[in-house]
């Protein structure tokens, strides 16, 4: 079974600055993809970013880019510039290649105060 | 843009009755997935549906549940004698294709009180 760990409850950052969101996984499959989503106050959750385990190029996303790092099982989120509109949960998850369902970590509350 | 939505947004329910929540995917969509999260815990997966067929279910999926989609626009998750352990947040989702390759989009979920 796959687990998802973020060790990481509530984060704050200031408006411009650049946070990093921390995410562990694990997992004996050798392909997989990884996600963020994010779930802003009373909002639905969105894709923020994902990156498939094959790939060594870390994904990015305008001001989102990943750290991937598959032999530490680990997929970090890094925010730069970080906006008002960035507060949010926000959810690491994993799926196998061939399934369907997605495995969420607990989530990372981003407070971005002015 | 198009998105998933939910109905009712809070339901409350005596234990031991039954529930439906709703969910409209959005409308190309040909994948269709319920997720629940206890108050205080991870979103867990519940199952996936296709073809009018669950194409994958989790531990938690027992026989207390079923899905349907009762037309071409809604997909149900019932929920037969609730306990009160089922309190949550539900989510539905849908995709366009199934599989890791695609995005799965989330409604606003529905919480469920079991009291």
């Known amino acids: 079974a796959q687990t998802v760990t973020q060790s990481q409850p509530e984060m704050s950052v200031q408006e411009a600055e650049t946070v990093t969101l921390s995410c562990t996984y694990d997992t004996s499959e050798n392909n997989y993809y990884l996600f963020w989503y994010k779930q802003p106050p009373s909002r639905q959750m969105i894709l923020v970013i994902r990156?498939?385990?094959?790939?060594?190029q870390n994904a990015t996303e305008n001001r989102f880019s990943v750290n991937f790092q598959k032999a530490a099982k680990s997929f970090s989120l890094k925010i730069s510039d970080s906006q008002l509109g960035d507060t949010a949960m926000y959810f690491c998850?994993?799926?196998?290649?061939?399934?369907?369902?997605?495995?969420f970590g607990k989530g990372t509350s981003l407070l971005v105060t002015p | 843009e198009p998105e998933v939505t939910q109905t009712p947004s809070h339901q409350v329910t005596q234990m031991g009755q039954e529930v439906i929540l709703r969910c409209v995917p959005i409308?190309?969509?040909?994948?269709f997935y319920w997720y629940r999260q206890i108050l205080g815990q991870k979103v867990e997966f519940l199952v996936s549906?296709?073809?009018?067929?669950?194409?994958?279910k989790s531990e938690i999926f027992d026989d207390q549940f079923s899905v349907e989609r009762p037309d071409g626009s809604n997909f149900t998750l019932k929920i037969r004698s609730t306990k009160l352990e089922d309190s949550a947040m539900y989510f539905c989702?849908?995709?366009?294709?199934?599989?890791?390759?695609?995005?799965?989009?989330f409604g606003p979920g529905t919480r469920l009180t079991v009291l």
């Open positions: 549906f296709y073809n009018n067929e669950i194409s994958e």
């Open positions: 998850a994993f799926m196998m290649l061939s399934g369907y369902a997605l495995n």
């Open positions: 989702a849908s995709s366009e294709e199934g599989g890791s390759a695609d995005t799965q989009y």
């Open positions: 409308s190309n969509h040909l994948y």
């Open positions: 990156q498939e385990a094959y790939k060594q």
